[in-house]
């Protein structure tokens, strides 16, 4: 995969004009070999002797270009290290990019790099040219689009998306992908096509009829074919319409980004197995009473602020696989939407559970489910009869004082027991203030053996660490709130064999107790949020501890000692620090700002150090405590609930 270093030095060298002239900063010599090298061998320092001279000569013709540096070391990341095959791929590149690096050597490069693809890999990527410019685009968004098209093909009844995955991932490390978003396992979420790239997938679409776009009011549509695939692009352009003479009958995907008002009817669209629609602005519901018409409708993605509800037939769509209703106003489907059979990923931004949930037997993802006094608590129970589901998000609004409230519990903690034994790796259940999730501490047994992800949003905390949570030996993401945090909780939670990713909150610490980190604790973990507004002395970072930490995220009392131990953290790359100065003089905060700066400094990675102070206005002059912790709680809190429902499934 590529590196981040490589990934950071090909930003910061290429940089495009709105007018589509593409200016390419050379990079020196010395950083050419460096991103060359890590991209094809994982190492600047690292070349076989047998390629060095071939490798110079290459690198040359790349002439400093980032963009052409990548995509010669993607292709040759993926052939033998013979000089055969690079002196074949040295005399593909044209003599002229070293001397002037313009855009249609550029263009041989990238053409080289998209006729050495397989085929599938061909398809997969060429779907990309629908997008618009710049676009960010979803992982598993694009995934599922792809499997809706057929795409992918399975292999030896290996999980369709598992195979899209390794698509995915294969075009990222061929370097014909940008990654944007790279989470906390290195996998990466989010990727951008680079102009240069998107040109000439526009091109080949064209020339193959693959994708029709149209994407502004001066671009000239040629509708020599029937349109297989449409690209609706309109941004500010209100009065843009589609001509009268496009043939849209055997279109079989239709993707609209922004004013959609003068979208086509759905009524003309007899063959779509594609349908993704995202406009922030009104849309009247006609434009969807053709919807249930589909009948080859695989995927289905409404991203419209103003839809509050779907055809009640929307069961009649037999072969949809993906409905994702993110950012809008559902909260109730359709009654037949449990006649959907085939349904595998189910998306709504607060879902109330439908009567007969238990009959979607196919279903892998379910988020987010209402749980309130409406809501009925047989349908709680069904859920346990999902057998293949695999992350799960849920809202809980359960009061106390719920004349019904031992049932929903019953009834949910039943049903989690069951998908625990089954497929489940993802829950994220939030609440707010007055709701709790007590039942959850005692009472998930046997524990979830496959979960990999638990996160709270939550203002309730756990007294200790669930015991079921610290038998999940393939947890890799936690975000828990534990209070008070004791060195009993940090030891628990440190064995944790998989964890990559801890978000842990709390109230408060144990009262005058310094929580050690050890050697031997998180021996994995790559990212550490800590929230605790009353943390007595704080932590403290021994030798050797958590070796393999990149970001980490703390808070400190600025009157506490100055010695923590961050000069041990040697993998670090990003440090948080959040100063609570209530109390505090400004020459404490001033101390533990160098202090921090100092210890950073002489880490191996020169991690990068960012400062957020609370309480400014109450620090004062003399030394002396406040005692408003709850205050500083409370905001905080409101912080990290914001967070985490950005960060949610």
Known sequence: MTTTRSIDIAKSCCSRRHDRVYEIMPLTTANSKSLFFKRIF???????????????????????????????AGLLANKDCTNEEWEWVYNSIGSTLGKDPGVEEMRRILSLSYDDLPHHLKTCLLYLSIFPEDYEIERDRLIRRWIAEGFIDTNGG????????????????????????????????????????????????????????????NEILVLQHKIRRLSLSYYDQEHIMLPSTAIISHCRSLSIVGYAEKMPSLSKFRVLRVLDIENGEEMESSCFEHLRKLFQLKYL????????????????????????????????????????????????????????????QALQELSDIKVNRDSMASCLLELGSLTKLKILGLRWSIVSTHSNKDTFVDNLVS???KLGRFSLRSICIRSYHGYSVEFLL?????????????????????????????????????????????????????????LLFLWLMSKSAAPKQRL????????????????????????????????????????????????????????????????????????????????????????????????????????????????????????????????????GL
Request: aromatic share 8%; with cysteine; charged share 25%.
């Open 415 to 417: 049903s989690l027991r």
């Open 42 to 72: 994982g190492s600047e320092d690292i070349c076989p002797p047998q390629l060095e001279e071939v490798s110079s000569e290459i690198l040359k013709k790349c002439g400093g270009s980032p963009l052409a540096i990548l995509t010669i």
């Open 158 to 217: 290996r999980d369709l998306e598992e195979i899209g995955e390794c698509y995915f991932n294969d075009l990222i490390n061929r370097s014909m992908l940008q990654p944007v978003e790279i989470q906390y396992d290195g996998q990466v979420v989010s990727c951008r096509v680079h102009d240069m790239i998107l040109d000439l997938l526009t091109s080949k679409s064209m020339e193959e009829n693959f994708s029709t776009f149209f994407r502004n009011q």
């Open 516 to 647: 050690i980190i050890s050697s031997s604790m998180f021996v994995c973990l790559r990212e550490f949020h800590f929230t605790c507004w009353s943390n007595g002395e704080g932590l403290m970072f021994e030798a050797g501890a958590m070796p393999r930490l990149e970001k980490l995220w703390v808070p400190f009392d600025a009157g506490s000692g100055l010695d923590f131990g961050i000069q041990h953290l040697s993998s670090l790359r990003h440090l948080a620090v959040e100063i609570i100065c209530i109390g505090a003089t400004a020459r404490d905060v001033e101390a533990l700002e160098e202090a921090i700066r100092d210890a950073a400094h002489l880490l191996p990675n020169r991690p990068v150090v960012e400062f957020r102070t609370w309480d400014d206005e109450k620090m004062v002059e003399e030394e002396g405590r406040g005692d408003t912790e709850e205050e500083i709680h409370a905001s905080c809190l409101k912080v990290r609930l914001s967070v985490s429902l950005v960060d």
């Open 301 to 360: 993605r409404l991203h419209v602020r103003s839809i509050s509800a779907l055809p009640e037939q929307l069961g009649e769509l037999q072969h949809l696989k993906t409905l994702d209703m993110g950012w809008t106003k559902i909260t109730k489907m359709p009654k037949s939407i449990v006649q959907l059979q085939h349904l595998t990923c189910l998306r709504v931004g607060n879902l109330e559970l439908p009567e007969g949930i238990g009959n979607l």
């Open 442 to 498: 005692d009472s998930w047994f046997p524990s979830p053996h496959l979960m990999q992800k638990f996160q709270m949003g939550t203002y309730y905390n756990f007294p200790r660490v669930p015991p079921w949570v610290a038998s999940l030996d393939k947890l890799t993401y936690l975000d828990i709130n534990i209070d008070p945090v004791e060195e009993e909780t940090l030891e628990i939670l440190g064995e944790l064999p998989a």
